[in-house]
């Protein structure tokens, strides 16, 4: 049973438009949620993250908001760039218990 | 240097061999873990070592077996490769303490024939 579900395979925006990554999770003992990206030929790589005692975390042009009561967190790119086009994986962790749970990804393409 | 290290980038071995994927980190964290990638279903944790004492399996540890050596080593074997197991695979580390955020090496590209 999948635990931290991303349904979009694929995202296509517009560049300077806003981009919004959904992620659902089902296991009410995640505590702590990360948004990574990965290009092709490279590791994921760390881009946010929120606590669940948080309801909105903001670095720059990310955000991720989210709604503990829908399982539900997405990632806000505002605006969107070109070098933003990649895989975006949502992922869970129990207080840290064990390795991070993530979702199948999302494809964002960034169109000029 | 990069601060995880996979050897080899990119292996092709035949069905029934035995395979080792080697990482080494410099980041100087106590956890280690080991991720494959497949098409369409995201990163799955196959083993994680919170220190050198200390190994558990992961999701999908069957056909697996790792080997911390040092708090910078962290390898993972296929004791007899079959082609289910072509994947990517990627090693990760993290610092208990911080955050949870992950630093991940660039990759194992596996194809077992």
């Known amino acids: 049973d999948q635990q931290v579900k991303q349904n979009s395979p694929s995202l296509s925006v517009q560049e300077g438009r806003i981009s919004i990554l959904n992620c659902d999770y089902t296991?009410?003992?995640?505590?702590?949620f990360l948004w990574y990206k990965k290009y092709p030929a490279e590791g994921p790589t760390f881009l946010i993250s929120i606590s669940s005692i948080k309801d909105k975390n903001e670095d720059g042009r990310f955000t991720v908001f989210l709604n503990k009561s829908a399982k539900h967190l997405s990632l806000h790119i505002v605006p969107s760039q070109p070098g933003d086009s990649a895989v975006y994986f949502c992922a869970a962790s129990r207080g840290g218990a064990d390795g991070l749970t993530f979702g199948k990804g999302t494809h964002l393409i960034i169109q000029p | 240097d990069a601060d995880v290290t996979q050897t080899p980038r990119n292996r092709i071995t035949k069905t029934g061999k035995r395979i080792m994927l080697e990482c080494s980190q410099t980041k100087g964290h106590d956890r280690m873990y080991w991720y494959r990638q497949d098409p369409g279903l995201g990163l799955r944790l196959i083993y994680y070592?919170?220190?050198?004492?200390?190994?558990n399996k992961g999701e999908i540890s069957d056909g697996y077996s790792v080997s911390r050596q040092a708090q910078a080593k962290f390898s993972l074997s296929l004791e007899s490769a079959i082609p289910n197991q072509t994947a990517l695979y990627f090693c990760?580390?993290?610092?208990?303490?911080?955050?949870?955020?992950?630093?991940f090496g660039s990759g194992t590209r596996l194809t077992v024939v």
């Open positions: 990760a580390t993290s610092d208990s303490w911080v955050n949870y955020g992950y630093t």
């Open positions: 296991n009410s003992m995640f505590d702590y």
């Open positions: 070592s919170f220190d050198v004492k200390d190994i």
